[in-house]
């Protein structure tokens, strides 16, 4: 996170500083540590070279529509759109002819602005999926009411943007606003209901659905720590929690390695980094 961090804000002359003296401290202390320092900014460098590599555009998929802006992705790339701009929804694919204007890196994370011509909207499975969450949430606003239907759509579908003004003002001023992001509780809850269906083989399958269904930064982050763990079984040895929870760590930032920057990401993977190492002592101190 630090050398993606620095060579995003293009501080390489900080990075090769902070390495100098980690590689020092590791020949005094820890010399296998040698190998990870010197690794790790190179997947970091490889990581934003990918993001930034010119592709061929053939379609995008709209993430975000703001009012004079749009937001779209083309795997885990985002671009954004704030020319010659057209009606579309979330998960709607765009098809059309694009004039690619690459951005430097840092720009919030886009990689480049797109002018689209000869626009063509269309669905898709994805494009339907994300319209029958959409209808999910507006059901649950619809039976219980904005203030808890949209907390109730939060903590079970991932959605954010029907929390009411005050409550979410609330929660923030007592310092609870993380509750509201789908974490390893949740799926935990759901791993351990499936089991009890006897659906234990294939609760990783339908984790994976969850997941990609509420599409969160928890979410894919529990994936691939029970991915990790399940796969340790079948090879019948231990998985450390640890190596689990910093291995998902490198794959997400790898393949989008502007999600650092997001508040959700730091938290819910220093949370569980801080829940595996200090749970005796906090367990202790609770007795």
């Known amino acids: 996170m630090l050398s993606l961090y620095l060579i995003s804000v293009q501080a390489k002359a900080v990075l090769l500083v902070i390495l100098f003296m980690f590689i020092l401290a590791a020949i005094r202390f820890e010399r296998k540590m040698i190998t990870v320092l010197v690794i790790m900014p190179l997947l970091a460098m490889a990581s ?146 499936l089991k009890k269906m006897k659906l234990g083989r294939s609760s990783i399958l339908i984790l994976g659905i969850y997941a990609f269904f509420i599409n969160s930064i928890p979410g894919y982050r529990t994936l691939l720590t029970i991915t990790y763990r399940t796969i340790g079984h079948y090879l019948k040895k231990d998985p450390d929690p640890i190596t689990g929870i910093c291995s998902a760590l490198v794959i997400q930032t790898f393949f989008s390695p502007y999600i650092i920057f997001k508040i959700g990401f730091l938290l819910t993977y220093l949370a569980t980094l801080g829940i595996v190492l200090f749970h005796q002592k906090i367990l202790s101190g609770m007795l």
């Open 48 to 193: 934003l070279t990918l993001y930034y590599k010119p592709q061929v555009l053939n379609e995008v998929r709209v993430a975000k529509v703001y009012s004079g802006s749009i937001v779209v992705q083309d795997g885990f790339r985002k671009y954004l759109i704030t020319e010659e701009l057209f009606v579309c929804k979330e998960g709607d694919l765009i098809k059309g002819l694009y004039q690619y204007n690459p951005l430097p890196p840092g720009n919030n994370g886009y990689a480049g602005n797109l002018i689209i011509s000869e626009v063509a909207v269309k669905q898709d499975t994805l494009s339907n999926l994300v319209a029958f969450k959409k209808n999910l949430v507006n059901e649950v606003i619809g039976v219980y009411g904005l203030d808890i239907g949209g907390l109730m759509a939060s903590l079970v579908l991932g959605s954010k943007d029907d929390i009411g003004e005050k409550r979410a003002g609330d929660m923030k001023n007592m310092g609870i606003m993380h509750i509201l992001s789908i974490s390893g509780f949740h799926f935990a809850l759901l791993e351990n209901m």
